[in-house]
């Protein structure tokens, strides 16, 4: 099993997801700089972590979404390579166009830090396939731009398609219908706002993030 992290400046959850890999795979993950060009020979799973890449100056993600590896990422997630992007990595893909919609200032312009209680919206998917319809669950959350918008017809087109993996179950950010996190066509790549990599141990306060670990990892095992 072979699994990297990408690395921008300014990632600060990068090591986090580096953990969660390494305790789920038993197999430290490759850390791979923005600047790179190509993913390790036979990767079987790609992070894009939280943090704050190139510092959000322009704006959330939209940097990053140039830099040289995104190619590469992209690349393999049309090859049906498993990618998850978590907080400013869901801001990448969207930026990148990997995933419709944009993230936006949260409701009220606060920064919201907390552990905050999901719905599993979809249990079919390479990474919900180990929760249950309609679960909840608790994640915990860290972000400033977390306010997921799409047009009405692109909604109803997630919806409709199964493509919302995660709701809040109470409104955390203003995201449009409670939208905490959502998957691409072929339901490879996920880009969700909380931190599972938070909750895969007692210690974190809950595990309720390993299993999303466990069945994307376990899936390919």
Known sequence: ?????????????????????????????????????????????IALPGGFSY????????????SPILAAVTAAAARGVPVLGVCNGFQVLTEAQLLPGALMRNAGLNFVCRTVPLTVANSQSLFTAAYKADEAIDIPVAHHDGNYFADEATLDWLEGEGRVAFRYADSVNGSARNIAGVLNDAGNVLGMMPHPERAIDRAHGGTDGLRLFEAALGVLA
């Open 1 to 45: 099993m072979k699994t990297a992290v990408i690395v921008f400046p300014g990632s600060n959850c990068d090591r986090d997801m580096a953990v969660a890999l390494r305790t789920v795979t038993g197999r430290a993950p490759a850390m791979v700089w923005h600047r790179d060009t190509e993913l390790p020979d036979g990767i079987d799973f």
């Open 55 to 66: 510092g959000d100056y322009l704006r959330s993600g939209a940097m990053a979404a140039r």
